[in-house]
C-alpha cells in the first residue's frame, strides 16, 4: 500500500474529531469575506491546537489530549446529495496528479526497479526513456516507497463528507459558534436571533439535518470585530456586556483585519488557507439551501446513505454498470461526459463555484502576522474554555444515567473488568442474524447512551474508556439483532483497541471483517464498508501485514463505483510491491485492473498512469498478448489525452513486436496506428518525413550493386557471367577473384601493387570488406537490394518507394563565387528539377509484402555527375490492403497486380544504418566494443569509364578430358570511352588459349578445314609408315615463360585500342581438364581507359565457366637407358620410352571409340626417333577400356650437348601414326602442351636452397649425380575420339601430356586419387638434433656409368688342341654425367656362396684385375679384355664390377654401377 504523509495514529485520530457548527450574521460574513474567505474558511488552517489540553474522565482521573483537531463547519439543513458526493471525489482525483519535475520514487522489487510515482506522463511511458537507467542513484537506496496523493485527497475528502447518521454520533456537531459583528446596530439582539435560529433548526420537526450530538449543544458567542474600520470601544464595550450575560467561558472577542486589501506589507504574509479552500468541502453547499432536492425525513435517511447512494429509486445514476459489453473493452475515443457514470446536471453547486473562487485569489489579504495569531488564540480559548468543560460534563452526564439505569456500581470505568471477566456468550454468525438493520431506537435508548458516551470518548482519544463502551454496546446490539449498529461498534471497538496506548491487546481483526461483511451483505451500505475498508487496510498495512490488507482491499471492489474500485485497486497493488518478498506480477496485474476501472470512471490520466507503470513489468517478458493490450489501452487514452506521440509509440510497438494476436486484430491495430499516426504528422511540405516502424528493414543485409543487369544469352552467344545480385556470396570465390585481380594489377605495374590500390568490389554486403568508400561510374545505375519483412499477419502495400540520398558535388563543380557547392538531396517532399539532373532515382509504384513475408526490393540510381553519394533510407507511403481471410487461418498471398489501398495512407521513411564489424585488432578494441565504418552506402561516383561486355560464342559445357575444342570470344565496348590494356587472367592457364605468335606460320590442310579440326595438320605420304619429323619451339612464342606470369595473357586488340561502340571476335581454344567432374574456372578480363584518371585506374568483368569433363584416355610411360651403343648418335646414347594407353571411357557421352593419331616429344634434350613397336598398325584403335602398349626410340638432340645450358627452346618430334602431320609445335598444340608443363613445373618447383657455403661442393656433387638420372621428356599423346550424338557420328580432338623427369620412374597423364589412409596411431618422436643433409639415392649412383661387353655370341675352341681357350671381349665404359668421373674395374669373382661358381662356371679373366681410369664428361672408353675358358659350356661375362665416383672427392658416393643384362657366351669345341 502507498505510504501515506500521516502516520496510522494521525489518520485515525483526524478521521473523527469533534464537529462544531458555525452561524454567522451577515455583518460577520461580510467582515470574513474581506479575505475572499468565510468564517469557517476563516478559522479552518487553526483549528489545530499546539498544545496538549487536559480533563477529566468519570473516575476523575487526569486525561491528557495530544494534537487534539476540531472542525468548524456551515450548518447546511439539507442531506448531501450522493450524486453530489461522488462528483465532488471525482474531481478531487482528477485534480490530483502526480507533479512533474519531482523526483520518483523507486521501488526495488527482486529484479525490478520499479518508478512509481512518475515525474510525468511523458516519462512515465516506459518506451521514452531507459527508467532503469535513469534512476540509478535512486536505486542504491534499498527501499523506496511510493505516494498516492490522489488516494489520500480522495480519502480525506470521503471522510470530510461522510455524513451524520442515527446509528452513530460521530459526526454529530457538539457545539455552534454564533458569530455576529461589532457593526451591527444590536449585536445582542442579533445573538439572540441566531440563538433561537439554531434551536429551531435543531429541535424542529421540519428539519432532519443536521444532527446535535446533544439536546442543549454548547452555543458560544462570538463577537467578531473588524480592527481596520471599527470603533474598538464599542466593540470592547459589547464585549462586556456579553460577558455578563453569557460568561467568559461562553463568549469571545476575535479581531481580525488589521490592515486594508490595498496595503502593502513589510512583511511576506503567508497563506495557510490555499491547501484548503482548494479541497472542496462538501459542507460548504450553501447553494444547495435553493435546491429542488426534498429535505429528506429522519426516519428515511439511513435508507438514503445506504449502498453507496445507489437506491432503486436511483437508477439513472448507474449509468457505468451497464455492460453491454466485455469488461476489459476499451471505451470509444470520446470526451468523459459524465463523472462515475453520473448525470452532471445534478453536480452544480459550490464545487464549480470554489473552483472559480479559489484558484489563483490571494487569501487573507486583510489578515496580518498578529491577526493569525488572534485566530489561533481564539480557537484554543474556544477548546479549552468551552468544547472541553462541555464534553467532560456531558461524559459525567452520560456515565450516570446509565448506572442508574443499569443499576451498575458507581463507575462504568471501574465496573467494566466484570463486563469481560463473565464467561463469554458464543456470537451468532452472521448468516444466522435476521436482517434488521432498519431497527431503530429512540434517542433515549440506554443503548444509544451507551453508544454517545463511546463516541464522545473517542472524541476526546480516550481510547480505553471508549473501547470498554463500544464492548458493552456491541453486545447490546447483537442481542437485540440490530445488526446496523452492531456493526458500528465493532468497526470502533476494533479502531480503539488499536489507538490504545500501550497496546493491551492485539488490534481485533475479525472485528472489521464482521463490520464490513454486515455492512455490505445485510445492511447493503457500501459507504460504512468503504470506510472500514480504509481504516483497517491503514492499520493493517502499519502492521506490515500487507497480504491481509490487499485480501481486504480487494473484496470491496465492486461494480457500483468504478473510481473506489480502482483506487482500492491501485492501494492493493501497491500492497504486493511492499511485501517482504514481492509480488510484483501481482502488483502489475491490479495495476492493470485499476487502470481499467480509472478508465470507466473517466480518470483517463490516472488510466494512462497505472498502464504504464504496469508495462515495466510486462515488457520483454515474452507475454506479447498482455503487452499488446497494454500499449493498446495506452495508445488509446494517449490519444484521448490529445497526447499523440505517446500514442503512436504506444502503436508503434504492438506493430514491432512479435505479435501472436489473430490477423484480424492485427489489421485493426494497424488501422488504428496509421488514423493516429496521420494526426501526429502533419504532412506539411517542409516538414521531415516521419519514421515508420513498418515493415521491419534488415540493414545488414542491404547489398549494393554497381553496374548494368547481366545481359541474357542470345542463341550461341553466352555473356560473360560477371556479377550479379542473384548470386549468393562465396567467402572462397571472393578470394578468388581478389587474388586474380591483385595478380593481374601486378603484372601491369611491373611486379607491385599500386598504393592506393583497391579491389574492384561490384556487389557489397555484409561479407564484402565495406571499410573503404566504393567507387561508381557516371551514368551507370547503382542498384541498392533491401531486404524487408512483414511481421504481420496482414498484407502491408508499400507504395511510390524510392531511396532518399544526399548528394555532394566533387570540388571541380563550384559556384561563381568559388565555393563549394551545397549538398543536393531528395530529402524534402518538394522535389526541384535539378534533384532528376543530378540523381535519377527509380521509384517503385507499387510493393505488396504478403503476411510474414520476407521480401527483398531493388531500387535504383543513375548518377549524372560526379561526387559525393551517400543513400540515407527509403520512403514510401504506408497503407493496408483489403483483408482476404478465412475464419480460422490467416490472411491467404494476395496475388500479384494492381491494389488499392482500403485505408489510411501515411508516407514516411526509414533509414538505413548499417554497423560496421567490430573491431578486434589492438588490445584497446579487445578490451573495449568499437565497431569499423561500413561504408557500402556511401560510393564516391567518379567520371565515366570504358565498359567491356564479353560474349563466348559455341562455347562448350560439356568436354571429354584433354579434349581440344575450338570457340570464339566477342569483345564490346559499349561505353563513349575507348578501352586499352585488354588482359586476361586466371588460375587455369592450361586450359584454355588464344593463340600464339606463330598461328598464322602453319596453312591449314583441306581435312583439317573439312573436319573443322582445331589443330593445323600436314598432310604426308601414307607409305612411309611411323614416320618422325621434328620442329622446335620457344615457350616465349606462346606467352610462356621469361619474366611474364602464365596466368596473365594479353588479348591481341587491333592497335591495342577498342573503340566505343566497336567489337572484336577472336578465337579461343579450350583443353578440357584431365581430371573428370565439373569444373569452375574463373576469368577476370582486365581493361583501362585511354584517359588515366586518379581513382579508378582500371576495370574488371567477372566470368566463371563451368565445364563437365568426362573420362577419355589415361597414358602411363616410362623411360629406361637402352643397352644397345652402336648408332649414329651414340656419343650422347638413346633411351627407349614405353607408352601405355588405357580407354577410361565406359561409353560415357555416346564415345564410340579413340584413335591415337600421332606421339610426339617435346623437349631441350631429348627427341623421339622412331617407333620400335613390333605391330605394324599405323593407327591404334581403342574400343571401351582396351589399352595399347607402344615403344618408341629417344635420342638426344644434336643440338642439345654444344648448345647453352640457358637456351629455351623446345624440340618437339612428331611420331605419326595416321595420314596427317599435327604440327605439335603450333597453336594449339603447343600452347596447351606449355600451359600444362609450365604449370605442373610451378606446382612442383623445388624449395630454395637454404645450404651453408662450407657445403657447396657437396650439393654442387649431389647435383651433378642426380642429373645422371633425368631426364625431361615430354610425351605428347594425340587422339580422335568418334562419337555418335543424334544419330549424327562427330570427331573430337584432344591431347594427353605425361612428363618423364627421371629414368625409371612411372608418370601419368592425369593424377591419381589418393586412398584414404587407415587410421593408425599416433606415435610421438623425439626429433634428431642432427642435421640431415642431402643425399643421393643408391639408383642415381648407379646411373654414372653405363657399361656394354662387346664379344661374339659363340666361340669354337680345339681343345684337345689347346686346352686354354682365350676369347677376346671388349668392356665399352659410358660416362652419362657432365663431370669427370673416376672408374674403377674389378675383375675378381665375388665367391660369396658356392652356388655363384656354379653360375659363373670355371673361366677367368686374364691380366690385371683391376683397371684404374677417368672419364670425361660423356667420354666412351673402350677396354680390351681375355676371357680363359677350360671347358665347353655356355658362360655368363657379365661379372666385371664397376665403381665410380666424381672426381676431386675422396670416396665420396662411390658405389657398383648397374651390370647390364646377362652377357652368354657359348664356347664350342672345334
Known sequence: MAQCLLSVHEFLQDSFIPQVAAMCSE??????????????????????????????????????????????????????????????????????????????????AGDYDLNISDRSLKASVPWYNNWKDTFTELNKSKFYSATTAWFESYRETFFQCMPASDHEFLNHYLACML????????????????????????????????????????????????VSGGDEQRADSIYEDMIQRYGTQGCYLLKINSRTSGEVADEQIPDPWSQYVQKNSIQNQESFEDGTSPVVSNKNLEHVISVDGLEHSMKAEALSNNFKAHPLQLDQLNDFSGCDGLDNSKSVGLVNETKKSGCGTPHGTCLTLTDHDRIRQFIQEFTIRGLLPHIEKTIRQLNDQLISRKGLSRSLFSATKKWFSGSKVPEKSIAELKNTSGLLYPPEAPELQIRKMADLCFLVQHYDLAYSCYHTAKKDFLSDQAMLYAAGSLEMAAVSAFLQPGAPRPYPAHYMDTAIQTYRDICKNMVLAERCVLLSSEILKSQAKY???????????????????????????????????????????????????????????????????SMQVYKGKGWSLAEDHINFTI????????????????????????????????????????????????QSPESPLPQLPLPYINSSATRVFFGHDRRPAEGEKQAATHVSLDQEYDGESSQQWKELEELVVSVVNRGVLPPNFQTTQYCLGSNSDNSKFPLAVVQEPITVEVSFKNPLKVPLLLTDLSLLWKFQPSEIIQNSVGEPKEPITNDLSTKGKCVSDVIGTEEISEFLINSEETKIA????????????????????????????????????????????????????????????????????????????????????VPQM???????????????????????????????????????????PEFFTFGSNTAALTPLSPAASMNCSAYKTVVTDSTSGCTMLTSSAAPVDFGVGGESQPEVIDIPLTDSVLAPGASVQLPLWLRGPDEEGVHEINFVFYYESLEKQLRMRHRVLRHTAVICTSKSLNVRASVSRSNTLEDEESKGG???????????????????????????????????QKSVNPTKNKDTKLTSRERVKMCFKAVRCKSSLDAEPSSERY???????????????????????????????????????????????????????????????????????????????????????????????????????????????????????????????????????????????????????????????????????????????????????PESLEIHGSFTWLGQTQYKSQLKSHQVFSLQLQACFIHTGIYNLGTPRVFAKLANQVTLFETNQQSSMPALIVINNA
Not at 910 to 929: F, V, Y
Not at 1272 to 1280: Q, T, Y
Open 27 to 108: 455583518e460577520a460574513d461580510k467582515l470574513s469575506r474581506k479575505n475572499q474567505l468565510s468564517f469557517c474558511e476563516l478559522v479552518r488552517p487553526f483549528c489545530r491546537l499546539s498544545t496538549e489540553v487536559h480533563m477529566r474522565d468519570p473516575s476523575n482521573q487526569l486525561h491528557v489530549i495530544k494534537n487534539l483537531k476540531i472542525a468548524v463547519n456551515n450548518i447546511v439543513t439539507q442531506v448531501p446529495q450522493q450524486a453530489v458526493i461522488r462528483k465532488l471525489l471525482n474531481d478531487v482525483v482528477s485534480a490530483s496528479q502526480p507533479a512533474e519535475g519531482l523526483v520518483p520514487n523507486v521501488i526495488t
Open 179 to 226: 458569530v455576529v459583528s461589532s457593526h451591527e446596530p444590536e449585536p445582542v439582539e442579533q445573538f439572540l436571533k441566531l440563538s433561537q435560529e439554531q434551536h429551531r433548526i435543531q429541535h424542529s420537526n421540519d428539519y432532519s439535518y443536521p444532527k446535535w450530538f446533544t439536546p442543549n449543544t454548547l452555543k458560544y458567542y462570538v463577537l467578531l470585530h473588524d
Open 547 to 613: 497480504s491481509d490488507a490487499a485480501a481486504l482491499l480487494i473484496r470491496l471492489t465492486s461494480e457500483d463505483s468504478d473510481l473506489r474500485s480502482a483506487l482500492l485497486l491501485e492501494q492493493a497493488a501497491h500492497c504486493f510491491i511492499n511485501m517482504k518478498n514481492p509480488m510484483v506480477r501481482k502488483f502489475a496485474f491490479h495495476m492493470i485492473l485499476a487502470g481499467h476501472r480509472f478508465n470507466k470512471a473517466g480518470q483517463k490520466k490516472h488510466a494512462l498512469r497505472c498502464y504504464c507503470q
Open 635 to 682: 495508445g488509446r487514452q494517449s490519444y484521448t489525452l490529445h497526447q499523440l506521440e505517446n500514442a503512436a509509440s504506444a502503436f508503434r510497438h504492438i506493430l514491432i513486436n512479435d505479435s501472436k494476436q489473430p490477423a484480424s486484430q492485427q489489421g485493426a491495430f494497424l488501422r488504428e496506428y496509421l488514423y493516429v499516426y496521420k494526426n501526429v504528422c502533419p
Open 858 to 941: 531493388r531500387l535504383k540510381l543513375f548518377p549524372f555527375q560526379s561526387g559525393e553519394l551517400h543513400i540515407l533510407g527509403i520512403v514510401y507511403n504506408l497503407s493496408t490492403t483489403p483483408y482476404i481471410g478465412t475464419v480460422d487461418g490467416p490472411a491467404s498471398s494476395l496475388p500479384a497486380g494492381k491494389f488499392t489501398s482500403n485505408g489510411v495512407s501515411v508516407r514516411g521513411r526509414q533509414d538505413l544504418e548499417i554497423q560496421g564489424p567490430r573491431l578486434n585488432s589492438t588490445k584497446e578494441e579487445k578490451t573495449s566494443i568499437q565497431y569499423g565504418p561500413d561504408r557500402r552506402l556511401d560510393p564516391i561516383i
Open 946 to 988: 570504358p565498359l567491356l561486355e564479353v560474349y563466348f560464342i559455341n562455347f562448350p559445357t560439356g568436354l571429354l578430358c584433354g579434349e581440344i575444342r575450338k570457340a570464339h570470344v566477342e569483345f564490346v565496348n559499349v561505353s563513349n570511352c575507348p578501352l586499352t590494356g585488354l588482359r586476361v587472367v586466371s588460375k587455369r
Open 1134 to 1168: 638413346n633411351m627407349l620410352v614405353f607408352v601405355d594407353v588405357e580407354n577410361m571411357n565406359t561409353s560415357e557421352a555416346g564415345v564410340k571409340e579413340f584413335h591415337i593419331v600421332q606421339v610426339s616429344s617435346s623437349s631441350k634434350n631429348w627427341k623421339l
Open 1211 to 1393: 624440340t618437339f618430334g612428331d611420331i605419326i601414326l595416321g595420314n596427317e602431320q599435327i604440327i605439335s609445335s603450333t597453336t594449339p598444340c603447343a600452347d596447351f602442351f606449355f600451359r600444362s608443363s609450365l604449370s605442373t613445373q610451378c606446382k612442383k618447383s623445388p624449395p630454395a636452397a637454404t645450404a651453408a657455403s662450407g657445403k657447396s661442393t657437396h650439393d654442387e656433387a649431389v647435383r651433378l649425380i642426380q642429373k645422371c638420372s633425368e631426364v625431361n621428356l615430354n610425351i605428347i599423346v594425340l587422339w580422335k575420339a568418334y562419337v555418335v550424338e543424334d544419330n549424327k557420328q562427330l570427331i573430337l580432338e584432344g591431347q594427353h601430356h605425361v612428363t618423364l623427369h627421371t629414368v625409371g620412374m612411372e608418370a601419368l597423364s592425369s593424377p591419381q586419387k589418393q586412398e584414404q589412409p587407415e587410421m593408425v596411431l599416433l606415435k610421438f618422436n623425439r626429433p634428431e638434433s642432427t642435421a640431415v643433409t642431402t643425399k643421393p639415392s643408391t639408383e642415381q649412383l648407379s646411373n654414372l656409368i653405363k657399361t656394354s661387353l662387346h664379344y661374339p655370341e659363340s666361340f669354337s675352341h680345339p681343345f684337345h688342341q689347346k686346352s686354354l681357350c682365350i676369347v677376346p671381349v671388349t668392356l665399352v665404359l659410358s660416362n652419362s654425367s657432365q663431370a669427370d668421373v673416376d672408374v674403377i674395374v674389378d675383375l675378381r669373382h665375388k665367391t660369396t656362396s
